[in-house]
């Protein structure tokens, strides 16, 4: 099933949450942007397109400035990320360019959606940078918006970007192998859900757990991203993006993830 959806689709969007783009340290890994650049290009030299929703502005900026890893202010935050937003679009640079392609940075709010006008130019914007064989990079724009900084919406913004661009497919990269029947942390017997049809179902069968420690956004968040994206038919994947060569072997069909079906 995930395999074929991989294969079946052209336009896809990958979003890589904070979990998935840090290393052991809690600092970025660099060497896993890399390994997905690799993988990404591969899968753009058989025609297919990419667009990456990531977070990871935080990490970046601890990356650079560890000496405010312990402030909790919400300036401090707020200035993390701008220090760190150019730290992460250096990383994505550095990894895509290895490969002869290019990056281009979109900083996105939820109100950028919800004007007409906004809206039109962020597509005509997604659909010239792709077709020019580009990768954008979305990411929250975190400095200023304060809702996006305390509740995190990452997952949203991927769906409603898969929505904007008429993707194909939404794989979002987590630090967990998809959707399981309670917390697989805390339960050595929690069994993964390979396919899911019906998520309101789903919501009342599971325990949906508590948030992770970058991220600000817990399974709820994904499910909901699942839930938009398929109300516009687009399939979504929730997949562990820290195995080595996750979206290679995801396409080959012998990594293990939740698939969301209309």
């Known amino acids: 099933m995930i395999s074929r959806l991989i294969n079946d689709a052209r336009k896809i969007i990958l979003k890589f949450g904070s979990n998935t783009l840090a290393n052991s340290e809690g600092k970025m890994n660099t060497d896993l942007l890399s390994e997905f650049a690799e993988q990404t290009a591969a899968l753009i030299k058989k025609g297919k397109q990419f667009i990456i929703v990531s977070s990871g502005a935080q990490v970046a900026g601890l990356s650079k400035l560890d000496k405010w890893s312990r402030k909790k202010d919400l300036h401090y935050r707020q200035a993390l990320c701008a220090v760190g937003q150019v730290e992460l679009m250096k990383s994505w640079r550095i990894a895509f360019e290895q490969y002869g392609l290019h990056v281009g940075q979109i900083l996105l709010t939820r109100e950028d959606f919800n004007d007409s006008n906004r809206t039109l130019n962020m597509r005509n914007t997604l659909f010239t940078l792709v077709d020019e064989g580009i990768i954008p990079i979305i990411n929250e724009n975190d400095t200023v918006s304060v809702e ?13 970007s898969a929505i904007l661009w008429s993707a194909d497919l939404l ?56 839930q938009m994206a398929l109300s516009y038919s687009i399939p979504t994947i929730l997949a562990h993006g820290g195995t080595a060569r996750s979206l290679e072997i995801l396409a080959a069909g012998e990594q293990k993830a939740t698939a969301f079906l209309a």
């Open 171 to 226: 794989i979002l990269f987590s630090d967990i192998d998809g959707v399981y029947d309670k917390n697989p942390k805390e339960h050595t017997d929690a069994k993964l859900i390979e396919v899911v049809r019906n998520i309101d179902d789903l919501r009342k069968s599971i325990d949906i757990g508590s948030t992770n420690n970058f991220g600000t956004g817990g399974i709820a968040t994904k499910l909901d991203a699942a």
């Open 148 to 160: 996006e900084i305390k509740i995190g919406d990452n997952d949203t913004l991927a769906a409603r």
